[in-house]
């Protein structure tokens, strides 16, 4: 049968499968919540996007904070591919994945000054540096390390992606970036210090974008700084234009592809001659993840049904900070359907999955996939009402594997000291 997602996740009769297994068989053994990922999934995204930019010298760097768990960095380091990264703990995942550290770019507004030594001293290919301070603090650890750091400016181009505010990042007004007007200054800058080699130019406008064509604003902007630069005699080796790719959250969505992508940056990019990196987070894995939960109860408030379920905010958040749509899905087809919010166990009204939506008319202990949250599903979890961490499962083919176990109790509070 088709599947309404991907290949990966379809119904066979009425049982919800992951590659060649029945959902509900990996939920019985692992319990829920559950976050359960397609490798084959993850792996037929890779070879989209390798596919896209074959013509083109082209780095693809995993933006590490869509998904970080180590079994899921490692597909993406066996497979060629760079790492993305925000922080210093991305980072150390990075390198216990085996990513070689000449294919780590790092963007971030706030690095500290630990995070900076420690990216310096690992090598890494480029600093995607944000402020004329970084510049500053950045030149001066390599100086007391002995080493010279490679630099990229991060520039703001303000185009509108014309996604979610708090997912667009290359406003004007927000805070990423250098502004175009000052990145020439930036770059001067960068050019006298001693211990900074100057790398490449960065951008990144946002995430969940669903038309291409807000790239080419941003890359024609970058294109022209670039030769800015070169007429004043600063080469650069990269463009690289960031993440942020769309990707299918309804059945009906059709987001662009990574070939969309290829053919709108690529004819620009090529007048440069200048290498080129992505850095794709979502579109790589959000597809290829679900989040299983178990319905604990049932409750009618006049007109409003309520599905309870053992999954919250704490393990999802994107629907309470995003107000952000995902499709669920029975595990076990049921007959007839009921409209119902789906709602989690938490003590906040935020802490929902669906509102009156049209869903299989599940009992108490039936299962429920939320599906396409594979990306800022697991890595955006916390603690909150102090519940343990969801377990996650790798499916490939005919086995699954924990690739991450369900946090304990124990787990909750082995840092925590007491004082008498
Ligand atoms: C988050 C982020 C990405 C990835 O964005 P997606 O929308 O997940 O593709 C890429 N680059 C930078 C600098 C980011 O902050």
Known sequence: ????????????????????IPVS????????????????????????????????PTLICYAAKANSNISVLKIFQENGLGLDIVSGGELYRGLKAGFNPQKIVYAGVGKTDEELKQAIEAGILSFNVESLMELDVLDSIAESLGKKANVSIRIN???????????????KKSKFGIDMEDALKAYRTASKKKNLNIVGIHC???????????????????????????????????????????????PEDS?????????????????????LIIEPGRSLIGEAGILVSQVLFL???????????????????RPAVYNAYHHILPVEKKGETVTADIVGPICETGDFFAVDREIDNVSRGDYLAVMSAGAYGFSMSSNYNSRPRAAEILVEKDSFHTVRKRETYEDLIKLEEEVM
């Not at 996740?9 to 049982?15: A, H, I, K």
């Open 299 to 317: 409750k009618d408030k006049g007109e409003k049904h309520f599905i309870i379920i053992d999954a919250g905010m704490n393990d999802l958040l």
């Open 255 to 275: 987001p662009p592809s990574p070939q969309d992508l290829a053919e709108m940056v690529i004819p620009i990019v090529k007048e440069t001659g200048l290498k």
């Open 157 to 171: 181009p303000d185009v509108n992606p014309k996604t979610h505010p708090y997912i667009s990042t290359g406003l």
């Open 25 to 56: 068989d990996i939920v019985k053994k692992t319990g829920t919540p559950v976050y359960i990922y397609s490798k084959s999934a993850i792996l037929e995204k890779i070879n989209q996007y390798k596919e896209a930019f074959k013509d083109y």
């Open 204 to 250: 990144h406008i946002g995430s969940q974008i669903m038309d291409v064509s807000p790239y080419r604003e941003a890359v024609e902007k970058t294109v022209e700084l670039v030769f800015k630069l070169k007429k004043e005699g600063i080469n650069l080796s990269h463009i690289d234009i960031g993440g942020g790719l769309g990707i299918k959250y309804r």
């Open 1 to 20: 049968m088709e599947g309404l997602f991907s290949r990966f996740f379809y119904f066979s009769r009425d049982s919800l499968m992951c590659e060649n």
